[in-house]
């Protein structure tokens, strides 16, 4: 595809539906952002310019075009410690250097870890989200009028209900419109956006952190920045494949990497604190038709709009609206096939997903979550291909000869089985070894060879161990203490 045809795909594809899903992302933006700014021990205005920030940046640098990446609570929960008691310049300079470390990631290729991420893990990481935007509504769900339930239940109603008649508008921002309307008509009370803290009135201005540069500096933001760095890829990634698998199209995840980590140093240049892929925003994105990289660039442009002309007005729209949105955004997210899908799926998948979901929830910690999944995966793994795994013996007419054919891949988890299938009493002089149907993969398969080998011969027995692969070859060549498979070794290769 040329340059031309990309931008015009990127860009200019569905421009009308790419600024109206902007619009309706801006919006819902502002209360995340101020909440936020609350989590990480900072001013609103911190987050709330660090959203525009970030999403009008990584609408030319990111690779996943109709994405929303802006201030998130993975991020924030992370950076409270370094700004109580280092002041908000150290979380400055920690943003710039997280956007450093993300962009030698992108170089060094990190996003392929992303292979290592299951199906299961990805399910739960969705399902664990979905529950803590819904969790993130309940302070606005308790303690409140019933004018504000009634405005949720009105949101929600044209949010579902408006499809049916016209998609002209997306059904997310007419329902924020009509429901600002009637709460400021009728000055029904309920909670606004005032209520979750001020907006700021002024654009923001570039300036470095007013931090010594030394390395007392480094050691203090270091640590932050690499755990900054580490949760805004892994959200990034994970959201990335979910706006794949929403969009049926596929993005370059290498240059996300380094297209979050230039617009983090952005942000901190303005005032803002990190961030990374929001998947709440993403879906409201997608869903109101937002496809291209002009969804991203106009929901940062008018999220600035909002804040420096329309301030006032914003400052007015009640909570229950934006509520109503998130509600949707929850019920949109979660993977509704996966409960049934319990019964019918492989049980370690089901709990690989389960896990992921418990721990996420659990901790409200994304990587904790992911990390655990991602574990459990491997040893699930693990433990089936140890399982393919099987050793047959066979013994000539005259009984002088046993050959053993093992199958099957020989690693750390199916050494315990070929020791154990190999540690039965020999009879035959001379014992052949057949390893034409397996692998070896590490040293502890080789040392299990090693250990057998060296039993037979002290009973007195000739072995040779034949049929290697090349690659079995080369690691026992490397690594065993028998012999080696050279035929000068007395063991034939394959």
């Known amino acids: 595809m040329t340059a031309l045809a990309t931008l ?30 609350v989590i990480a021990g900072v001013d609103p205005r911190v987050g709330l310019y660090a959203s525009v920030a970030i999403a009008m940046v990584i609408a ?17 929960v992370l950076v409270g410690p370094l700004v109580r008691d280092h002041g908000v310049d150290y979380l400055f300079a920690a943003t710039i250097l997280m956007g450093l470390f993300q962009i030698a990631a992108g170089l060094l290729r990190l996003d392929l870890l992303m292979q290592f991420v299951s199906r299961s893990v990805i399910t739960g990481f969705v399902n664990a989200l979905a529950i803590l935007i819904f969790m993130a509504q309940l302070p606005q769900l308790t303690g409140v009028t019933w004018q504000a339930y009634a405005m949720i239940a009105g949101g929600l109603a044209i949010i579902y209900l408006l499809p049916r008649l016209t998609r002209a508008v997306p059904s997310p921002l007419a329902a924020i419109l009509v429901l600002a309307g009637i709460g400021i008509y009728t000055g029904a009370p309920v909670n606004t956006v005032d209520d979750m803290g001020t907006l700021p009135d002024g654009l923001p201005s570039l300036a470095l952190p007013q931090v010594p540069l030394t390395w007392q500096t480094f050691q203090i933001i270091a640590p932050y920045a690499l755990a900054m760095a580490a949760v805004g890829l892994l959200e990034s990634l994970l959201t990335a494949q979910i706006v794949d698998d929403m969009t049926d199209t596929e993005s370059d995840k290498r240059r996300e990497c380094g297209g979050q980590g230039i617009a983090n140093i952005a942000a901190a240049l303005v005032g803002g604190m990190g961030g990374c892929a929001m998947i709440g925003q ?17 929901a940062g442009a008018f999220l600035l709009f909002l804040l420096t002309v329309l301030g006032p007005f914003v400052g007015r729209i009640p909570m229950p609206a934006l509520v109503a949105v998130m509600i949707m955004v929850s019920i949109g997210t979660f993977s509704w096939n996966s409960i049934p899908n319990l019964r019918h799926h492989p049980w370690p998948s089901s709990v690989v ?37 099987a050793v047959e013996r066979t013994l000539s007419d005259n009984g002088e000869r046993a050959t053993y054919r093992v199958s099957g ?34 040293i502890s398969g080789v040392a299990a060879l090693d250990k057998i080998v060296a039993r037979l011969r002290r009973d007195g027995r000739v072995v040779d161990v034949v049929g290697y692969n090349r690659a079995s070859a080369d690691i026992v060549d490397r690594f065993a203490l028998h012999d080696k498979t050279g035929v000068e070794m007395g063991v034939v290769p394959h």
């Open 8 to 37: 015009r795909r990127d860009w200019l594809s569905r421009p009308r539906a790419d600024v109206l899903a902007g619009i309706v992302v801006a919006l819902a933006l502002i209360p995340e952002a101020i909440g936020f700014s």
């Open 60 to 76: 030319f640098t990111g690779g996943r075009p109709g994405m929303i990446s802006a201030a998130t609570a993975a991020v924030a």
């Open 353 to 389: 997903m389960l896990t992921t979901v418990f721990v996420v929830v659990g901790t409200h910690d994304l990587s904790l979550g992911v990390l655990a999944g991602v574990l459990l995966s491997g040893i699930f793994f693990a433990g089936k291909v140890q399982r393919m795994f």
């Open 409 to 442: 891949q020989i690693f750390f988890a199916s050494v315990g089985r070929f020791v154990t299938a190999m540690n039965g009493p020999e009879t035959a002089r001379h014992v052949l070894i057949d390893m034409t149907a397996a692998h070896f993969w590490d």
């Open 282 to 298: 993403s879906v409201i994105n997608v869903t109101s038709g937002g496809r291209g990289r002009l969804s991203t660039l106009t």
